[in-house]
């Protein structure tokens, strides 16, 4: 039962992609084609280094593995000629104009002929006898049997051609656009230096930042309210060496040091919970995100597995992740429904967290996701935001646990 329920869905995803593949191999025609008419302005390293990212782009968002972005051009001259990232980008100049044509042309066939069996065989009537449409190898409509026949035959025909070649040609175009542009092993290797870099000065002005504001949370706050209390204490003990008797001066000052200490208490509890949460301590990263997803404002599933013995650092970064990422939810996507996955395979913890909103989600926006990519880099993890407008929206991190 289980297999009949689940056919029509892969069925369903099977046309979504053929429509996908089909786009794609159609604006990868358009592409080769404009590629060749304006390849002068392309040879420019600055205008080669935007068409290839375009590319790179769609290629990514095919085979669902998005590219990270990549910084501007800023060398001039024999610098910006002398790149190894503009080499790559003038070499897909050709390699798309030949590829794009190649794999492009039969989907447009394809598609063009599905259109003429679908639009303009029922109104053969209309045209005259020397430009009636023609089906498969040249055979005129010339009757209501023939169109009733071979329009559907053909239509028939090139869907299924469609549903078979469709996806796997438009991943074989995408696999050579990102095989010609992708980094060497030594350039991925100084771009992950490079990365780990700057997560790293992040890192260190956002301890610094931190440092600061417990420093200032707990002068200003904290302190002042036990040095109020110290010196509440002090004059009550001065008050009982001088006048034992004055038992409802001391009696107030006694209460005013007491609400004092509960309240020196309460501020000092907020700031240790912005360090480090207490429910993690209290109920580990399971009891912690059941509580941060029941208490969330829309319907949110939590499935977690087996994660074993997770570092503290990864357990906070994961709960004020998904804290964020919910939040997010709740404030700008119009989710009806959301859910969070966590899971572990090695030494690799995952989580994806999901929702059914309005999607367009883009941490340069300033909606909490920037914050989450800088946690996570921080410790060598990885961060994909997949919000296409409409929706929905899938954030998957991965962090390291060994």
Not at 25 to 45: E, K, Q, Y
Not at 66 to 84: E, K
Not at 244 to 264: I, K, N, W, Y
Request: hydrophobic residues 45%; aromatic residues 4%; positive net charge.
């Amino acid at each position: 039962m289980g297999a009949q329920k689940g056919h029509p869905v892969t069925s369903g995803r099977r046309w979504v992609q053929v429509w996908r593949g089909g786009v794609y191999l159609l604006g990868s025609l358009a592409s080769g084609i404009a590629t060749v008419l304006v390849l002068p302005l392309l040879c420019h390293p600055r205008f080669a280094r935007r068409w290839a990212d375009r590319h790179r782009d769609r290629a990514g968002r095919l085979l669902g593995t998005p590219s990270a972005s990549r910084p501007a051009l800023r060398a001039t001259g024999r610098r910006a000629w002398a790149d190894p990232t503009t080499r790559r980008d003038l070499l897909w100049l050709p390699v798309n104009a030949m590829t794009g044509v190649a794999l492009g042309l039969p989907a447009l066939l394809c598609a063009g002929n599905v259109l003429l069996a679908t639009i303009a065989t029922p109104l053969w009537w209309a045209f005259r006898l020397e430009d009636r449409p023609r089906l498969f190898i040249d055979i005129p409509v010339t009757g209501w049997a023939t169109a009733l026949t071979l329009g559907p035959l053909q239509i028939l025909l090139l869907a299924a051609l469609a549903y078979l070649v469709f996806p796997p040609i438009a991943r074989a175009h995408a696999r050579i656009c990102l095989g010609v542009l992708s980094h060497s092993t030594v350039e991925q290797l100084a771009d992950r230096v490079a990365v780990l870099t700057r997560t790293r000065a992040d890192v260190l002005d956002a301890h610094g930042a931190e440092l600061r504001r417990i420093e200032r949370d707990l002068h200003d706050g904290t302190q002042a309210r036990l040095v109020a209390i110290a010196m509440r204490l002090a004059v009550a003990r001065q008050a009982l060496s001088d006048n034992p008797r004055d038992e409802q001066f001391v009696e107030g000052l006694l209460r005013d040091a007491h609400e004092g200490t509960e309240e020196a208490m309460t501020e000092l509890r907020e700031v240790i919970r912005t360090v480090y949460p207490p429910i993690l301590a209290d109920r580990g990263l399971d009891g912690a995100l059941t509580a941060v997803t029941a208490r969330c404002g829309v319907p949110t599933r939590l499935d977690i597995g087996d994660l074993g013995r997770v570092p503290a650092a990864v357990e906070a970064v994961v709960y004020f992740a998904v804290a964020e990422a919910l939040t997010n939810v709740v404030r700008h996507s119009h989710a009806t429904a959301a859910g969070v996955g966590v899971s572990r395979t090695a030494d690799r913890l995952s989580v994806m967290i999901t929702d059914n909103g309005t999607g367009g989600a883009d941490d340069r926006r300033g909606t909490g996701l920037a914050g989450i990519r800088r946690r996570v880099l921080a410790l060598d993890g990885t961060v994909d935001v997949d919000s296409p407008a409409g929706g929905p929206t899938t954030i998957t991190m991965e962090l390291l646990c060994g």
